[in-house]
């Protein structure tokens, strides 16, 4: 028995050495695991009176990996608010050269901000001077081809995933070309420049469309100016351009986008709205920057905490306008923002976030003159 169990043991030990290393080569399907967690807490003061908030605002668990050398996989799940969300449900192939092909559930190609992830935006939402106009997911189809210097990228789209009810669903295209005409090796300088445009056509038996925004902020949970339902609404067309300015440590950020509502024996309604940032780190760093996805990524401390560093401190500050006046509806109103912010991080994966937001709204005959401040907190962390 011991010969007979030493002489398996042999084989196992040869065949191992021989075929493990060419099972790692070939071992498909893959997974790895990852996640995100970030927790707001948030103050609202008008002058009247205060109030307070806090919130879970992501709680995101997901899988990725390939299975096979060009097919890879994406689903990402969300899990705040007391409900599970599908935030990511993709198949990518990359068999054809500088070329993606997606299906699936991926975020539309709508511009700079939305198309970066939430772990990297400077500030702790995203600017309401873009955000009503525009989807972050869609269930659809898309194509990107990317360059050196410049990418391209189209899709067609239905609605969304976690909405859909499997009848008269929305359908959209989007396309969105973007450009860095400097972009140095070390990344420590960029110029990217983009547009994109979004055009949505409405069910034939809703016709209804609606455009809000709140204070750059979501904890404390506050519409500031809304269109109400616009009936008759047939297309809504989004046409928008983005530009990044990187050199080394300091950054400007803008984007600006025109909306365009058409209606049914009605005449077309016009809003508008953009956003303008700046941002600095203390300690050198800079923001890094993908231009075959035309986004902005990770932040890397030169010294972390965990080697004995005291972290990336970065100080910004973003300027923010929504105009949802139009001549042919009496509702809406106009929004401008100012938000101030601190980031700290220890690490690339751990970040800490302070802004303070000074809000003002007129016009429209629902929308009152109003000046509410907010003060949030985040503290954010992936792996």
Request: charged share 20%.
């Amino acid at each position: 028995m011991k010969m007979r169990c030493g002489a398996v043991l042999s084989v196992m030990t040869v065949t191992s050495q021989f075929l493990l290393p060419a099972m790692a080569e070939e071992a498909h399907p893959t997974m790895k695991l990852d996640g995100r967690i970030a927790i707001d807490a948030g103050l609202s003061h008008d002058g009247n009176e205060t109030i307070n908030g806090s919130e879970i605002r992501l709680l995101w668990l997901g899988a990725k990996g390939k299975v096979s050398d060009d097919v890879s996989y994406r689903v990402l799940l969300g899990f705040e608010g007391n409900k599970t969300s599908i935030k990511d449900a993709i198949i990518t192939y990359t068999g054809i050269d500088n070329v993606k092909l997606m299906a699936g559930n991926f975020k539309a190609f709508t511009g700079i901000e939305n198309m970066s992830s939430n772990l990297h935006l400077t500030f702790i939402e995203r600017s309401n001077g873009i955000k009503p106009f525009r989807p972050i997911r869609r269930m659809g189809f898309g194509a990107t081809y990317a360059s050196k210097h410049m990418s391209v990228a189209g899709g067609i789209f239905g609605g969304d995933l976690n909405n859909i009810n499997g009848v008269d669903q929305p359908w959209s295209v989007s396309g969105r070309v973007v450009g860095a005409p400097i972009l140095s090796e070390d990344g420590r300088n960029v110029l990217h420049l983009g547009v994109s445009t979004y055009r949505e056509m409405t069910p034939a038996d809703d016709h209804v469309v609606k455009y809000s925004g709140a204070g750059e902020t979501h904890v404390i949970n506050e519409k500031l100016v809304s269109t109400g339902s616009i009936n008759g609404a047939e297309t809504a067309a989004t046409n928008a351009v983005e530009a990044l300015f990187i050199a080394g440590p300091f950054s400007v950020m803008s984007e600006y986008s025109q909306t365009t509502v058409g209606r049914d024996s009605m005449p077309d309604l016009d809003y508008s709205g953009g956003y303008a940032n700046v941002s600095y780190f203390l300690t050198g760093e800079q923001r890094s920057y993908k231009v075959a996805d035309g986004t902005v990524g990770r932040v890397k401390p030169n010294h972390p905490v965990d080697e004995g560093g005291r972290g990336a401190f970065e100080v910004a500050a973003r300027y923010t306008t929504l105009d949802l006046l139009d001549d042919g509806i009496s509702a809406g109103g106009e929004m401008d923002s100012v938000t101030v912010g601190v980031n700290w991080y220890p690490d690339s994966r751990i970040k800490l976030m302070a802004n303070h937001v000074i809000n003002s709204t007129s016009g429209g005959t629902t929308v009152p003159d109003y000046e509410p401040q907010y003060s949030m907190l985040r503290m954010q962390v992936d792996f």
